[in-house]
């Protein structure tokens, strides 16, 4: 297996060191505690967008660990939040996040979405490490994401989902035959670093392999907690709605 070396210095392309940045974020706070936090990019032709959630939203069988959407609402409430590579340091939609550190950016956003915090805090060193690999990939200009097959199977699974039933009869179906994510060279400064490297044709380009994220590991106990916090939730955001706040 041939690797990269550790980069040096930052990418030149400002969106795209913006977009690392929440991946470092994420990364910082693993360390302290929140490896519950799990990062689901989506390619969407024209941007790069990332859902982060916390496991538990993983671990149903339509997820593979790979897929979540958000609903785009980085409100408090949220249990999942988005963000989007065009809004470069207008991180979930914050005013008062230019310039900010991955450090200072993971604080705000235990501050900013106490809910998806409360949830992932938890060990899972798995997928920290998985993410910390990914991240160096990411420094030296690769771009990971799922691939578009995996995307479309995950997208018809909730257009059939939401008509009461589903062509996929279990986890295996959505990954069958694209048990990877695609590195590309998006903004790789060496064409022979990208020619020396394992590379396949994906769609007519060159483009790396990298193993899908470990499954979520949430034991039983856990999950009873985490369903309980969430209800409990719930029905306080309804007496809210019902008291008008």
Same mark, same amino acid.
């Given at each position: 297996m041939k690797a990269n070396p550790a980069s040096e210095s930052p990418i030149g392309d400002e969106s795209f060191r913006r977009y690392t940045r929440v991946f470092q974020m994420v990364s910082?706070?693993?360390?302290?505690?929140?490896?519950?936090?799990r990062i689901c990019p989506q390619d969407t032709g024209i941007s790069q967008r990332l859902h982060i959630a916390p496991s538990i939203l993983l671990t149903h069988h339509a997820r593979s660990n790979v897929m979540v959407y958000g609903t785009g609402?980085?409100?408090?409430?949220?249990?999942?939040?988005?963000?989007?590579s065009s809004s470069l340091d207008h991180y979930f939609d914050w005013e008062d996040a230019s310039g900010s550190s991955a450090r200072s950016l993971a604080n705000k956003f235990i501050e900013r979405f106490p809910r998806i915090a409360a949830l992932a805090f938890m060990e899972d060193w798995s997928y920290s490490g998985w993410l910390t690999r990914i991240i160096g990939e990411m420094e030296n200009g690769?771009? *990971?994401h799922p691939?578009?097959?995996?995307?479309?199977?995950?997208?018809?699974?909730?257009? %059939?989902? =939401?008509?009461?039933f589903t062509p996929f009869e279990d986890d295996a179906s959505l990954t069958d035959g694209y048990q990877f994510m695609i590195l590309r060279p998006l903004f790789v400064r060496d064409a022979e670093e990208v020619s020396?490297?394992?590379?396949?044709?994906?769609?007519?380009?060159?483009?790396?392999?990298?193993?899908?994220?470990?499954?979520? *590991?949430?034991?039983?106990?856990?999950?009873?907690?985490?369903?309980?916090?969430?209800?409990? %939730?719930? =029905?306080?955001?309804?007496?809210?709605?019902?008291?008008?706040y």
């Amino acid at each position: 297996m041939k690797a990269n070396p550790a980069s040096e210095s930052p990418i030149g392309d400002e969106s795209f060191r913006r977009y690392t940045r929440v991946f470092q974020m994420v990364s910082e706070l693993h360390k302290v505690g929140y490896q519950g936090l799990r990062i689901c990019p989506q390619d969407t032709g024209i941007s790069q967008r990332l859902h982060i959630a916390p496991s538990i939203l993983l671990t149903h069988h339509a997820r593979s660990n790979v897929m979540v959407y958000g609903t785009g609402s980085n409100d408090s409430d949220a249990l999942i939040a988005s963000y989007t590579s065009s809004s470069l340091d207008h991180y979930f939609d914050w005013e008062d996040a230019s310039g900010s550190s991955a450090r200072s950016l993971a604080n705000k956003f235990i501050e900013r979405f106490p809910r998806i915090a409360a949830l992932a805090f938890m060990e899972d060193w798995s997928y920290s490490g998985w993410l910390t690999r990914i991240i160096g990939e990411m420094e030296n200009g690769w771009l *990971m994401h799922p691939t578009s097959e995996i995307e479309t199977r995950f997208v018809l699974y909730h257009d %059939w989902d =939401l008509k009461g039933f589903t062509p996929f009869e279990d986890d295996a179906s959505l990954t069958d035959g694209y048990q990877f994510m695609i590195l590309r060279p998006l903004f790789v400064r060496d064409a022979e670093e990208v020619s020396r490297l394992e590379t396949i044709t994906y769609h007519g380009q060159r483009v790396r392999t990298f193993p899908l994220p470990p499954p979520a *590991m949430v034991d039983n106990d856990r999950l009873d907690e985490s369903i309980r916090t969430i209800l409990k %939730w719930n =029905l306080g955001d309804r007496a809210d709605r019902r008291d008008g706040y």
